[in-house]
């Protein structure tokens, strides 16, 4: 796969990354949407799509874009802490991890906390940290209450080396995720496939638009553009 990609133009993206884009032409502050030069999902992740889609958390997933980034740590490659748009993509974003292992870091900037929980049976003051405003606790409350703000919270995935993670509910919505560049140790290649947000689906206002985006994506006969 690696190889196929190589053969293909590596354009130049943010923060030492590069990119090879299958997806329609997208302008997210605008919100507007043209399928461009989209010509479909490369051949190549036809086999990887029906693969993925025998997990049960993939059921029904209808890619409609990949984007392909190209890390090293020549170039210092790293991702900022971001929510991907959803507008117009989905809830599921599914990254495959290849060549090297890595670390996801996910993060949260909103005002919710994150309440320990004591160990059943035990008899802790936590156990009346249900009386206490979690958004609201005054910091010794807090530590006393084991609440911990979440934005002192830093969840580190570990993946390795070949695996697929799929982001969704809170990881997708409400946790922010990024690559940071001491975990980029080698080269490393990530191919993220994403699909339409309920707008642009069956029944979606834009629907239209998603199905005829879908068909060309499903055709695998794409060239990056
Ligand atoms: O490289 C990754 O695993 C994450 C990529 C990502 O977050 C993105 O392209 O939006
Ligand atoms: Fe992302």
């Given amino acids: 796969m690696i190889q196929i990609m190589d053969q293909d133009k590596w354009r130049l993206s943010q923060s030492g990354r590069r990119k090879q884009d299958f997806g329609p032409k997208v302008n997210f502050k605008k919100q507007k949407l043209k399928v461009g030069s ?123 080396q070949r695996s697929l993670v799929v982001l969704y509910s809170d990881a997708r919505y409400k946790w922010k995720h990024a690559i940071h560049r001491e975990n980029i140790r080698q080269r490393r290649v990530c191919i993220t496939f994403r699909e339409m947000s309920p707008e642009f689906s069956l029944g979606g206002k834009e629907e239209e638009l998603g199905q005829m985006l879908l068909k060309l994506a499903l055709s695998f006969q794409g060239k990056s553009v």
Wanted: glycine share 4%.
């Fill in 38 to 160: 989209f010509t479909g999902l490369p051949n190549f992740s036809q086999v990887l799509w029906q693969r993925m889609k025998l997990h049960a958390v993939l059921e029904g997933f209808l890619p409609v874009e990949q984007c392909n980034l190209d890390y090293s740590s020549d170039r210092g490659s790293s991702i900022d802490p971001h929510f991907d748009d959803s507008w117009l993509w989905g809830e599921r974003l599914v990254s495959l991890n290849l060549l090297s292992d890595t670390v996801l870091t996910m993060t949260r900037e909103d005002a919710d906390s994150l309440q320990l929980m004591s160990a059943v049976g035990e008899e802790t003051e936590l156990h009346h940290a249900n009386d206490v405003n979690t958004t609201q606790c005054n910091a010794a409350d807090c530590k006393l209450y084991g609440i911990i703000p979440f934005s002192d919270v830093e969840v580190t995935i570990y993946l390795p």
